[in-house]
């Protein structure tokens, strides 16, 4: 018996804090996926500056509480910021939407106390979208016992029956994700027996200590 397809829009900004990546596709979150449309719209430079400096202020579970007024403060321009460009985006796609993803942007994040933090209201967003709106993802997984990340390993397990029905690769299958941390997925064989099937976990910086240099030496900011 055939799955339904979801057609869901996913948003993500990285440990650049640069902006927002924005996708549509459709899956039945299992065996089938389609890329529908990517785009990426940039954060103002203000918006930008603020997140920088929160980031920079918040190096602590107390330093969540310290500045909790100015955290709700810009979550909400966020979680607006994404709500318009969505709204854009469904002025140009008359299809149906069954969901939304919203990542919203990592400030903090420790997998070893359990404590991550991501500015993004999911439910103010689907106030303003009248849309089912799936969030939170990475406190739910390091409460357990993962490192922040659960989509990932899924994403990739998907990729890999692809990849190995169009070129025969075989299994095991290993993906590099290079982001702000560079993290790693270990496919042992096509299985959906995902706890002893698959290891994904981060192996180290990525992208964010070069964004880094570049801020310090250019006048990026």
């Given at each position: 018996?055939?799955?339904?397809?979801?057609?869901?829009?996913?948003?993500?900004?990285?440990t650049?804090m640069?902006?927002?990546?924005?996708?549509?596709?459709?899956?039945?979150?299992?065996?089938?996926?389609?890329?529908?449309?990517?785009?990426?719209?940039?954060?103002?430079?203000?918006?930008?500056?603020?997140?920088?400096?929160?980031?920079?202020?918040?190096?602590s579970?107390?330093?969540?509480?310290?500045?909790?007024?100015?955290?709700?403060?810009?979550?909400?321009?966020i979680?607006?910021?994404?709500?318009?460009?969505?709204?854009?985006?469904?002025?140009?796609?008359?299809?149906?939407?069954?969901?939304?993803?919203f990542?919203?942007?990592?400030?903090?994040?420790?997998?070893?106390?359990?404590?991550?933090?991501?500015?993004?209201?999911?439910?103010?967003?689907?106030?303003?979208?009248?849309?089912?709106?799936?969030?939170?993802?990475?406190q739910?997984?390091?409460?357990?016992?993962g490192q922040g990340?659960?989509?990932?390993?899924?994403?990739?397990?998907?990729?890999?029956t692809?990849?190995n029905?169009?070129?025969?690769?075989?299994?095991?299958i290993?993906?590099?994700?290079?982001g702000?941390?560079?993290?790693?997925t270990n496919?042992?064989?096509?299985?959906?027996?995902?706890?002893?099937n698959?290891?994904?976990?981060?192996?180290?910086?990525?992208n964010c200590?070069?964004?880094?240099w570049v801020r310090k030496?250019?006048?990026?900011?």
């Amino acid at each position: 018996m055939k799955q339904k397809l979801y057609t869901s829009i996913g948003l993500m900004s990285g440990t650049s804090m640069d902006g927002v990546d924005l996708s549509i596709i459709q899956s039945d979150g299992q065996y089938e996926f389609y890329n529908i449309l990517d785009d990426y719209y940039e954060y103002d430079v203000d918006l930008k500056e603020e997140l920088i400096k929160i980031r920079n202020l918040v190096l602590s579970q107390n330093d969540l509480s310290k500045h909790s007024e100015d955290i709700r403060n810009l979550e909400r321009k966020i979680t607006v910021f994404h709500a318009e460009k969505i709204s854009n985006l469904l002025l140009k796609y008359n299809n149906d939407i069954d969901l939304i993803g919203f990542h919203g942007q990592t400030i903090f994040h420790d997998p070893q106390k359990k404590i991550t933090k991501q500015l993004g209201d999911g439910k103010l967003l689907s106030q303003l979208l009248k849309k089912k709106v799936v969030y939170d993802f990475r406190q739910n997984d390091i409460e357990n016992g993962g490192q922040g990340a659960p989509l990932t390993p899924i994403f990739h397990y998907l990729l890999s029956t692809i990849i190995n029905e169009n070129f025969k690769t075989g299994f095991p299958i290993g993906f590099i994700n290079i982001g702000g941390i560079t993290n790693l997925t270990n496919i042992k064989r096509l299985s959906r027996d995902f706890e002893n099937n698959i290891k994904a976990f981060d192996v180290g910086p990525g992208n964010c200590l070069i964004d880094e240099w570049v801020r310090k030496n250019s006048n990026k900011k």
